[in-house]
T-cell receptor, first 115, second 121 residues
Framework: AQKVTQAQTEISVVEKEDVTLDCVYETRDTTYYLFWYKQPPSGELVFLIRRNSFDEQNEISGRYSWNFQKSTSSFNFTITASQVVDSAVYFCALSEGGSARQLTFGSGTQLTVLP | GAGVSQSPSNKVTEKGKDVELRCDPISGHTALYWYRQSLGQGLEFLIYFQGNSAPDKSGLPSDRFSAERTGGSVSTLTIQRTQQEDSAVYLC???????????????????FGNGTRLTVT
């Protein structure tokens, strides 16, 4: 069975600070995919990134970066120089077997960026 | 439309009444999912439709919940005899990527609607 744990329920930071959102996953498959989604107050989930289990290269996209470490089963997400617009709930998710059949989501981390 | 459309956006109902939530997926998407998001909780998988195959109902919490997808497009999630614990945001998502494995294209497997906020009083 697959499982995703986001231990941080809520995080508050002041604008321009860096913040890391943790994600730890469990799976028995050797092929799997990891995701991050952002859910702003409007409610719609916005896709941020997808990473497959064979690619441990870290990803950077603007102020966003992701650190994938298979040794610790973690896929952490860092926002550099946070902004108020980054305030949202962030979900980490896992899908086994190379299929989108069923994503398992973590419980989410509420990030609040204060001006 | 350009995205997944859900209606109504908000629904308030009395305990014991039946409700129907509608999802209009992106045209051409063969896969459709329903998720539930309770206050302060993550997303809980409810049901999955793929083409003409039998749906995966493994996430439905009770027999009061049912869903259908007519003509491989629009889906309706029905909750009978609603209870207060059914209050949540119900999210629908669709995907064009199944059943084949994903390609190397770094796109989302799921396109979500804005959800229906259900409040049972």
């Amino acid at each position: 069975a697959q499982k995703v744990t986001q231990a941080q329920t809520e995080i508050s930071v002041v604008e321009k600070e860096d913040v890391t959102l943790d994600c730890v996953y469990e799976t028995r498959d050797t092929t799997y995919y990891l995701f991050w989604y952002k859910q702003p107050p409007s409610g719609e989930l916005v896709f941020l990134i997808r990473r497959n289990s064979f690619d441990e290269q870290n990803e950077i996209s603007g102020r966003y970066s992701w650190n994938f470490q298979k040794s610790t089963s973690s896929f952490n997400f860092t926002i550099t120089a946070s902004q108020v617009v980054d305030s949202a709930v962030y979900f980490c998710a896992l899908s086994e077997g190379g299929s989108a059949r069923q994503l398992t989501f973590g419980s989410g981390t509420q990030l609040t960026v204060l001006p | 439309g350009a995205g997944v459309s859900q209606s109504p956006s908000n629904k308030v109902t009395e305990k014991g009444k039946d409700v129907e939530l509608r999802c209009d997926p992106i045209s051409g998407h063969t896969a459709l999912y329903w998720y539930r998001q309770s206050l302060g909780q993550g997303l809980e998988f409810l049901i999955y439709f793929q083409g003409n195959s039998a749906p995966d109902k493994s996430g439905l919490p009770s027999d009061r919940f049912s869903a259908e997808r007519t003509g491989g497009s629009v889906s309706t999630l029905t909750i009978q005899r609603t209870q207060q614990e059914d209050s949540a945001v119900y999210l629908c998502a669709s995907s064009a990527n199944l059943p084949v494995p994903w390609t190397g294209i770094n796109d989302s497997p799921l396109h979500f609607g804005n959800g229906t906020r259900l409040t049972v009083t």
